[in-house]
């Protein structure tokens, strides 16, 4: 396997490991970048953009990574809530004034970040061109009753979480979010990351190559709240591959990077707020993310799951790390991003083969404790 990159011979063991990925998980494509203290120290790439093995992954080659897009939607509302221009702890219809319907006028921002707010699906059937319509989306989510009393429990908001927030930075800035992103964050990071991917990147985006079975498998009871959130807007990897999908700004699943663009947009948040020259936040707007709003069993996961604003955060039931302030996130197929707010430490994996779960696995994992082992 020819690894292509750079990487701090002190992470040596990282690289060989992520090798190994292509040999024993049937990595087909992948890349994994790493930063301490704001610096890289690991960026790597290697194997195949196609199933077909015919077309290599280039240092610059994106793929979809699903709900590692999450962490970017989060960070766009912790952009303005530092600025003062969002008040998580705020009815959304502040913002939002037609989402106050249904028994939804006491949800707040926060509990949109933190998935609790009761709207993890639709129950109007959601697919195709109809969730490609962000307007059509964000009205059947403000004339939505809630699934369950907002802020007493989290229930992954697998694929509405990024028009929830979307929409409250489109009331604020008057921008799509995909356009907020690009502007204020990407841009400014240099980071290669895009919520609704211009066709002018279609040539270097990787093939997705899809898991054997659905989020949720075909097990889950139709009345379960798991099972209503996988059914609409129901997730389908193929859809990946079409025009559609990918113009569209899906802020929960349809970001398209690598590693490395993962990794320059997330670094500020394990910095204090500032990377690569760009003072992103300030140190309390970090902190932010670290508000722990839930810890409990999750209704859509089913595991017991930690949730600050807009990530997920290190806990005993999913030990990311060794340290406090850790905050999470991955995509269905086994992209990740994780921050060590106490290590300055930022790593994203990102591949094109998936994996069926939707919180990891150990391919992303493994490269991350092997980091920890060599800090």
């Not at 809630?146 to 007493?152: D, L, N, R, S, V």
């Not at 508000?291 to 990530?311: A, H, K, N």
């Not at 290590?343 to 404790?369: E, H, I, K, T």
Request: charged share 20%; hydrophobic share 40%; glycine share 12%.
């Amino acid at each position: 396997m020819d690894i292509k990159g750079s990487f701090d011979e002190k992470f040596a063991s990282a690289r060989d490991l992520f090798e190994q990925n292509f040999a024993e998980h049937g990595d087909v494509g992948a890349s994994f970048a790493v930063t301490v203290e704001g610096e890289f120290v690991v960026d790597i790439w290697g194997g195949h953009r196609d199933a077909a093995g015919t077309e290599p992954w280039e240092e610059d080659t994106i793929v979809n990574v699903y709900s590692t897009t999450k962490t970017m939607a989060a960070l766009s509302a912790l952009v303005l809530a530092d600025r003062g221009e969002i008040d998580f702890y705020a009815p959304a219809s502040k913002y939002w004034p037609e989402f106050a319907q249904n028994g939804k006028e006491k949800i707040e921002v926060r509990h949109f970040m933190s998935h609790t707010a009761g709207l993890s699906g639709l129950d109007k059937q959601m697919s195709g061109d109809a969730l490609y319509d962000w307007d059509n989306v964000v009205r059947a989510l403000a004339e939505q009753a809630p699934w369950w009393e907002p802020g007493t429990a989290s229930g992954y908001h697998a694929m509405t979480q990024g028009h929830l927030i979307g929409e409250v930075v489109r009331r604020v800035t008057g921008k799509s979010i995909g356009q907020f992103f690009a502007d204020e964050i990407a841009g400014p990071l240099d980071a290669d990351f895009h919520i609704g991917t211009a066709e002018a990147h279609w040539p270097r985006i990787g093939e997705l190559i899809p898991p054997d079975e659905q989020p949720g498998g075909n097990t889950l009871d139709s009345d379960s709240v798991a099972a209503k959130t996988f059914r609409s807007p129901a997730p389908d990897a193929a859809d990946s591959k079409t025009a559609g999908w990918r113009l569209a700004e899906i802020p929960a699943a349809n970001g398209h990077g690598n590693a490395r663009s993962v990794v320059r947009a997330q670094t500020p948040v394990a910095n204090d707020g500032a990377a690569f020259g760009v003072e992103l936040l300030s140190k309390e707007g970090v902190n932010r993310v670290f508000d722990e709003q839930i810890y409990g069993q999750d209704l859509v996961l089913g595991v017991p799951m930690r949730f600050g604003m807009g990530y997920g955060l290190n806990g005993k039931e999913i030990p990311m790390g060794p340290n406090e302030h850790i905050a999470y996130w991955g995509g269905w197929g086994g992209s990740t991003i994780v921050v060590d707010a106490d290590a300055r430490l930022c790593v994203s994996y990102v591949m094109n083969r998936m994996l069926p779960s939707v919180l990891g696995d150990p391919r992303g994992y493994n490269l991350l404790q092997e980091i920890y082992k060599r800090l």
